[in-house]
């Protein structure tokens, strides 16, 4: 069964230093993997997307991710925080176990202080 | 710029009403995925279509859940009758795609509260 785990549920950063969003999936077919941030009172915009491709993906915003299978992470950062990246950010996982799965992430609630 | 579409952002009704909500994906968009988000139990998977068809609904209460394409350009979602345990927001997402590597576009959810 697929799953996915964000390690913490809240990371506080200041403003210009790097951030570091955890996030941990168990799935039993090389599953596909993606970071959306939600802004408050918003959807979910897509940050970025690994396919089994090139294991560091970069996204949207300065932001990448390292799909690390031998440690079935997922973590998603950003060298340099602004104040605009304060959001909720969700890590996903599908693949086609028992047909097609998506499994959300609790999210990870991220504050930027000035 | 494209994008999805959801109405009524807001809805507000009482225990028992019928509710709909409409969804128009992104043209050219194949799939569409219904979602729920509460702060207890976060982002559920309701339902999702590809093609206008039906694939996977398992996340949803059949008792009282609906989920229908009638056309490319249009989905909805029906709840009858509602609780106040379905007060949350729903969100509607389109990708375009095969298998389960798919983009998602989100919409910007209908916020439902049941007196």
């Known amino acids: 069964a697929q799953s996915v785990t964000q390690l913490d549920s809240h990371v506080s950063v200041s403003e210009g230093t790097p951030v570091l969003l955890r996030c941990n999936y168990s799935?039993?077919?090389?599953?596909?993997l993606f970071w959306y941030v939600q802004h408050p009172n918003k959807g979910l915009q897509l940050l970025l997307k690994y396919t089994s491709a090139a294991t560091l993906v970069k996204g949207i915003n300065g932001f990448e991710a390292e799909f690390k299978k031998s440690e079935t992470s997922f973590h998603l950062t950003k060298p340099s925080a602004h104040m605009s990246d304060a959001a909720e950010y969700f890590c996903v996982v599908s693949d086609h176990t028992g047909g097609f799965k998506t499994i959300f992430g609790a999210g990870t609630r991220l504050f930027v202080k000035a | 710029d494209a994008r999805v579409t959801q109405t009524p952002r807001h809805k507000v009704t009482e225990m028992g009403q019928e509710v709909t909500m409409r969804c128009q994906p992104i043209l050219g968009h194949n799939t569409v995925f219904w979602y729920r988000q509460t702060m207890m139990q976060g982002l559920e998977l309701l339902a999702y279509?590809?093609?206008?068809?039906?694939?996977?609904d398992s996340g949803m209460p059949k008792d009282r859940f609906s989920a229908e394409m009638p056309d490319a350009t249009l989905a909805t979602l029906k709840i009858q009758p509602s609780e106040p345990r379905d007060s949350a927001v729903y969100f509607c997402?389109?990708?375009?795609?095969?298998?389960?590597?798919?983009?998602?576009?989100f919409g910007p959810g209908t916020r439902l509260t049941v007196l």
């Open positions: 997402a389109s990708g375009l795609g095969t298998g389960f590597l798919v983009e998602q576009f």
């Open positions: 799935s039993s077919y090389s599953p596909s």
């Open positions: 279509f590809r093609n206008r068809a039906p694939l996977d």
